[in-house]
């Protein structure tokens, strides 16, 4: 990325480029003009059609919570590009995050899914579906258990107890209803901020419908979320009874994720919940 480069984007008067941290799947960059600064995010050798999936996301999560405004998108010279508005970071409280993601999650649909698969680092099978065990278990379990076999981070013994879990999971679904609420989709700490005047907003999502249980076990993997998080989420939308219970059958996609993205070092964790079914 050149002065050449930058000069093709529809933002004039660019001032400086700052490198910054995106993630990482991006290369991320603060740009800054006289009186306005952005962020920048650069997919090198992609199609625009690449942050698509980003772009509607932060769509639907704007119609309850705060989220960086997407200004425009494109490609050059071959690479994806999207800017955002810069969200200045600060500190807040947890109490109203959780509040606001509560707020998302009261977004409803009729079915679980979305309306396009997502071909990032992992495949989303995000067809349609009327029950969320079905959609639960077809098409993210299993699709990350054959991922894992093709790479050799997978036996036998790891397939029969996910086997068994996966019928617990249709069988319970069979008897118990789940309403699709609109998900971030990828809700880790690194993707929750605070801006400088306190107020807590969203980024990087990857939105789809589904048991908002999923959504909330991601907050659980990893932490960084505390007991004022889970306070202002059920004083806005209690938390069904029984999430303990089922909360590791939605820890489990994500360690099986990062199994497949980072290798052994997380079978463990992996094997840790499987061995209880």
């Known amino acids: 990325m050149d002065n050449e480069w930058l000069k093709q984007l529809p933002i004039d008067a660019i001032k400086r480029v700052i490198p910054v941290s995106g993630g990482d799947i ?15 995010l650069v997919q090198p050798n992609r199609e625009q059609v690449f942050y698509q999936h980003e772009i509607e996301g932060l769509k639907l999560l704007a ?40 707020h998302v999650h009261q977004l409803h649909n009729d079915r679980f899914g979305f309306d396009h698969d997502v071909d990032g680092k992992l495949p989303k099978i995000n067809t349609w579906q009327t029950n969320w065990g079905d959609f639960y278990v077809h098409q993210r379990l299993e699709v990350l258990a054959k991922r894992a076999d093709q790479h050799g981070l997978w036996n036998q013994k790891r397939q029969a107890h996910l086997t068994r879990l996966c019928q617990i999971i249709l069988d319970y679904f069979q008897h118990h209803d789940s309403v699709p609420s609109l998900l971030h989709g990828d809700l880790w700490f690194g993707n929750v901020m605070f801006t400088a005047d306190g107020k807590p907003a ?32 059920n004083d806005t939308y209690p938390i069904q009874s029984g999430f303990q219970e089922r909360l590791p059958w939605y820890q489990l996609y994500y360690l099986m994720a990062h199994l497949n993205l980072f290798g052994e070092s997380y079978g463990g964790s992996v094997d840790r919940i499987l061995s209880n079914y």
């Open 26 to 40: 991006n290369q991320a960059y603060r740009l800054e003009t006289a009186d306005t600064t952005y962020f920048l």
């Open 63 to 102: 119609q309850a919570a705060l989220v960086p405004q997407v200004i425009a998108s494109g490609q050059i010279n071959g690479d994806a590009y999207l800017i955002l508005s810069w969200l200045e970071s600060g500190q807040g409280s947890q109490y109203d995050l959780g509040k606001l993601v509560a």
């Open 202 to 233: 969203l980024i990087d999502p990857d939105v789809l419908y589904g048991d908002r249980e999923f959504d909330l076990a991601m907050t659980t993997v990893f932490g960084g979320f505390d007991d004022q998080f889970y306070q202002g989420y």
